[in-house]
């Protein structure tokens, strides 16, 4: 049966693998880099990639970023093998780039059909794969088993509803999570999640979260001192990473609050870079005085809301803000990373859907580092209130700080495993 079930994905993966590539191409035509390097998606991986190294795969930005210290003590601790991040958007391809330059080789990760599979590893004859918390590709895992390449996922994570939804392909999921040689959870809910769905209990080992290791990078000071500089003492609310379902309601309430508090100035900056143009349109419908930061221009004390309409510039604005919400959370996206503003110890608020960042959202909260608001009315509130209490906004930013200085060393801890493994 599981045989079968492994079978079944893979054949309707080659057949579809026409139309999935049709779709990036259609999608191109809104966002353009979804058509280039088209070949590595199909696992024509570029030649100047050393064969035999390790293969660390983080799915988009978010993920990217989180794994930049795992890959850092990587280049330090492996240096005999050549690295090679992957992932599978425009926006993660930049993120490495951006954070790593020219010390690691990067594609994408190839569509999870055999004869796609089959070229990547083909070329690239890994000794090892790094997957990041959910990222469990059938085709691919089944692949590199047969070829005896180590195979480990980090940071690994499942909400209660990823559960239900793999139970009902136990026959394809279960096989797949066998083949792992480690599964190193965040959490001990994570872990009793993946062994639920029978992950081998001798190697599912709880680890701790990567996210805690992430460090300031200090080259970000400058801009940062910059835009505070620019902002002559406003209070600064940011609001990161939004998405469409929930950006109405957040600008709502922004144009409130930018009423009630003339001196406050709001910060959006969305998600997705297609957002962007959608985004504008939406200001002008609200009446805000806005500018633009892809058009270089500088607020005035007039203007209410900075739109963010470049990538990679999220973590300077949480630098230079006063209040962080971290978006995602008010909406079906299930939230994103919040030790980005911990990082620099500020006051971080996010919404009820925290899923793929729970057990960092729930540490937050219990260490008083954080607030959390079950909908955008009590969001109104609380940002209200944290304009006017500066004391408020000053523990929640120490606490934050603190708990991140508590909660550091899973980064290490993964990293002896992955020694362990390739030394066999």
């Avoid at 030649?47 to 330090?76: C, D, M, Q, R, V």
């Avoid at 190697?203 to 940062?224: F, H, R």
Wanted: with cysteine; aromatic share 6%.
């Amino acid at each position: 049966m599981t045989a079968l079930a492994l079978k079944v994905y893979q054949i309707s993966a080659t057949l579809l693998l026409p139309f999935i590539t049709c779709a990036l191409v259609v999608r191109s035509f809104k966002q353009r880099e979804y058509r280039q390097y088209i070949g590595q998606r199909l696992g024509f991986c570029p030649k100047k990639i050393p064969a035999g190294g390790i293969i660390i795969h983080g799915s988009s930005l978010g993920e990217i970023t989180a794994l930049k210290p795992f890959i850092e003590l990587s280049l330090k601790e492996l240096p005999e093998y050549s690295i090679t991040v992957t992932c599978f958007t425009p926006a993660g391809r930049q993120q490495i780039i951006n954070l790593l330059g020219g010390r690691v080789n990067y594609a994408y990760l190839p569509i999870d059909s055999p004869p796609c599979n089959a070229l990547f590893l083909h070329r690239l004859k890994p000794k090892a794969i790094v997957f990041m918390e959910t990222e469990i590709w059938p085709s691919l895992i089944a692949q590199a088993h047969k070829r005896g390449i180590q195979q480990i996922l980090i940071n690994a994570r499942l909400s209660e509803r990823s559960v239900k939804n793999y139970q009902k392909i136990s026959a394809l999921i279960t096989p797949t999570l066998k083949k792992l040689n480690g599964i190193y959870p965040q959490s001990d809910d994570d872990k009793k999640r993946f062994e639920l769905l029978g992950a081998n209990n001798y190697s599912c080992q709880t680890l701790g979260n990567l996210k805690y290791d992430l460090k300031l990078n200090t080259a970000l000071l400058p801009a940062i001192s910059v835009i505070k500089k620019q902002l002559e003492g406003r209070c600064v609310w940011v609001i990161g990473s939004s998405h469409e379902d929930e950006e109405d309601m957040l600008l709502d309430i922004a144009a409130h609050l930018v009423h009630a508090n003339p001196h406050l100035l709001v910060v959006i900056a969305p998600r997705h870079k297609e957002r962007f143009k959608c985004l504008a349109e939406k200001l002008d419908a609200h009446g805000l005085a806005w500018v633009s930061r892809g058009a270089h221009t500088v607020p005035t004390k007039l203007t209410k809301i900075w739109l963010i309409d470049t990538l990679g510039e999220l973590l300077t604005f949480y630098g230079a803000a006063d209040i962080c919400t971290v978006a995602g959370s008010f909406g079906h996206a299930g939230g994103h990373n919040p030790v980005e503003p911990a990082l620099f110890k500020k006051c971080i608020t996010f919404g009820p859907n925290m899923q793929n960042a729970q057990s960092l959202a729930t540490g937050l909260l219990i260490a008083n580092a954080a607030r959390q608001d079950s909908n955008t009315e009590e969001l109104a509130l609380t940002i209200q209130r944290l304009i006017k209490n500066t004391e408020e906004r000053c523990a929640l930013g120490q606490n934050a700080g603190q708990f991140l200085s508590s909660n550091s060393g899973a980064t290490e801890k993964n990293i002896m495993k992955l020694k362990a493994l390739l030394a066999d």
